[in-house]
Structures are given as C-alpha cells and as structure tokens.
C-alpha cells in the first residue's frame, strides 16, 4: 500500500507516494539519490545511517519514512550552507577524522545534533555522545578531535 509522505529534506518540502512502512535509509539512497546515508549493519547499532529527523539523531536503517510526515530530516548532504560546509564537516577533515570513510556521514550527523543540544561539551560528553558509533579503521581518537574542535571554533553557537 502505497502512502503520500510530506516532509523537509534538507530545508526543501519533498512529497513522495511511497509504502509508508519502508525504511528511511532506502528511500533516501534509492527513491531520492542521496547516497551519503549508508547502509552499516541493519540494525541500527553502527551508527552509519544516521540522520536528523528534527534536530534528533536516528538509525534511518529502521525507521519507517511514514515516520517522517511533517517533520524536518537532515542527511550529510544536506550540511553545508551556501557552499560552506558545516564546521564539524571541516573539522574532520582538518583532524583526517576518517580512512576508509564508510562511517563517517553517520559520524558528522550525530556530532552535528549532539553538539545542537551540547555546545560545550567534555571530553567525556563526547565520548559517551559518540559511543553509539562503529569504525573499523580506528580514528576514534581524531573523532573526538575533531569534534571537540568544530565546538570549540563554533563558540557555542551551533547552526541548525
């Protein structure tokens, strides 16, 4: 049974005629084209597919888009403003925050929201705000760099 599903994507109004109960993760890759979002365990315990559904880190892996009606979802493409991108984004690069790169959107989305409701983080806030995050090549140590840098150069001041 297909469902009409209205939401913001990425600051754009989108309407989609969709089965309501598949998953966010393969209508944004496959309906949408917005391939930053990946596909980890399916499970939603890597962290890979994460994205904002109002300002809220979330598994899109198992979240269902009719989930998403009337709501505001933010993927890794949808950061950078105005051919800026976001400074957690810079951060990660400056800090090489990644290797093989797989799980790095996930990473930067869930920075971009924790730092939304944490602007001053800890060290140890960002630890436990990251835990939820799996990388196979290591960089945990440049992650927590990086984020701690992009709040640090944001004053506090997150954009949304």
Known sequence: ????????????SVRLEVDGERMLLWVLR????????KYGC???YCGSCTVLVNGEPTPSCGYPVKNVAGKSVVTIEGLAK???LHPVQDA???HEAMQCGFCTSGMIVEAVGF?????????????????DHLCRCGTHNRVVR????????MKGAVPK
């Open 1 to 12: 049974m297909t469902d009409i599903i209205q939401f913001r994507l990425n600051d754009k």
């Open 92 to 94: 990660f690069i400056k």
């Open 115 to 131: 730092l939304q409701k944490n602007p001053r983080p800890s060290r140890a806030d960002i630890l436990k705000g990251m835990e």
């Open 42 to 44: 399916g499970e939603g």
């Open 146 to 153: 990086a984020i701690e840098e992009a709040a640090s150069g």
């Open 30 to 37: 496959t309906d949408l084209g917005l391939t930053g979002t």
């Open 82 to 84: 105005d051919g800026r």
